[in-house]
């Protein structure tokens, strides 16, 4: 395993629609493996393979008990409610934005063996599943937002919300 670079937003790998996974193989183990590593290094909430530079549909992230999730060729099946939250990215580090996301979805996906499988969540493990997935067609968050925040007017808003600051790991 190992911790790979995280693009940033200039890097046109994250602006580009990854291809589906057809083997399941070591190689993809590998990536699965190395994904998950940089996700817990970085202290994010999830990690798309475009963000490592690899095209695929792959994506690792945190689901509702707090446990890493492996997502391959994933699809979001359903979608119910609305909700309307900060978000970040470790690929826009230090920057922050308010995201109209479902309150509730369902995702069919496969597993790194190629088995499907449903998963899903609320709240904001919705919301990283969404925002994780859309990674996988060349979208960032930032392209739903009116205004992007820095760190210190972010812990200004969460002051104003009288809510403890974010810390700056576990970005969704």
């Known amino acids: 395993m190992a911790i790979r670079q995280i693009l940033t937003d200039r890097d046109p790998a994250l602006h580009k629609k990854c291809h589906p996974v057809t083997q399941f193989d070591d190689k993809?183990?590998?990536?699965?493996?190395?994904?998950?590593?940089?996700?817990?290094?970085?202290?994010?909430a999830g990690l798309a393979a475009p963000q490592?530079?690899?095209?695929?549909?792959v994506v690792v992230l945190y689901g509702p008990d707090e446990e890493v999730v492996e997502l391959v060729n994933p699809e979001l099946t359903e979608q119910e409610g609305e909700q309307d939250g900060l978000e970040g990215c470790l690929s826009l580090p230090g920057q922050w934005g308010y995201v109209k996301r479902p309150m509730m979805v369902?995702?069919?996906?496969?597993?790194?063996?190629?088995?499907?499988?449903e998963t899903g969540g609320q709240e904001m493990v919705a919301r990283c599943f969404c925002h994780e997935i859309e990674h996988l067609d060349g979208?960032?968050?930032?392209?739903?937002?009116?205004?992007?925040?820095?760190?210190?007017?972010?812990?200004?808003?969460?002051?104003?919300?009288g809510e403890p600051p974010k810390k700056q790991k576990r970005r969704r």
Do not use: P
């Open 28 to 44: 993809l183990a590998k990536l699965i493996d190395d994904l998950r590593e940089t996700l817990i290094d970085a202290g994010g």
């Open 52 to 57: 490592v530079g690899i095209l695929r549909r």
């Open 106 to 117: 369902r995702v069919k996906a496969q597993d790194r063996k190629g088995n499907w499988f």
């Open 139 to 161: 979208h960032l968050f930032s392209e739903h937002v009116d205004r992007l925040y820095n760190n210190e007017e972010l812990e200004r808003i969460m002051e104003e919300e």
